[in-house]
């Protein structure tokens, strides 16, 4: 079964850095694209990354290009988000996602077909 389980989530300060990791299993990771959403409190949920199984393709959405990076550690079946200068802004549940038919339209930030729970990251104003 395939699974997938956020960790690092937690509170920091604004100008502040996280990293979120995305454990997963039941699958071989490196054959699909891999994502990060975010839900702010009132908000949709927002792509905010994804990369191709190849790694080739990279998109990430205007809110967070520059600050966040997304990789993958495939011998780990892990893949992460690095975020740095932590805004208020910031402050939402992030998901992982992962895809094995690659990353979607609009702009290769659209959803994808397997998720993990979700994890709060809280930037304080």
């Known amino acids: 079964q395939l699974q997938l389980v956020e960790s690092g989530g937690g509170l920091v300060q604004p100008g502040g850095s996280l990293k979120l990791s995305c454990a997963t299993s039941g699958f071989t990771l490196e054959y699909y694209a891999i994502g990060w959403f975010r839900q702010a409190p009132g908000k949709e949920r927002e792509g905010i990354s994804c990369?191709?199984?190849?790694?080739?393709?990279?998109y990430y959405s205007d809110s967070v290009k520059g600050r966040f990076t997304t990789s993958r550690d495939n011998a780990k079946n892990t893949f992460y988000l690095q975020m740095n200068s932590l805004k208020s802004e910031d402050t939402a549940t992030y998901f992982c996602?992962?895809?094995?038919?690659?990353?979607?339209?609009?702009?290769?930030?659209?959803?994808?077909?397997?998720w993990g729970q979700g994890i709060q990251v809280t930037v304080p104003p």
């Open positions: 990369i191709t199984s190849d790694d080739e393709n990279q």
């Open positions: 996602a992962v895809d094995g038919e690659g990353c979607h339209e609009p702009h290769g930030l659209g959803f994808l077909t397997h």
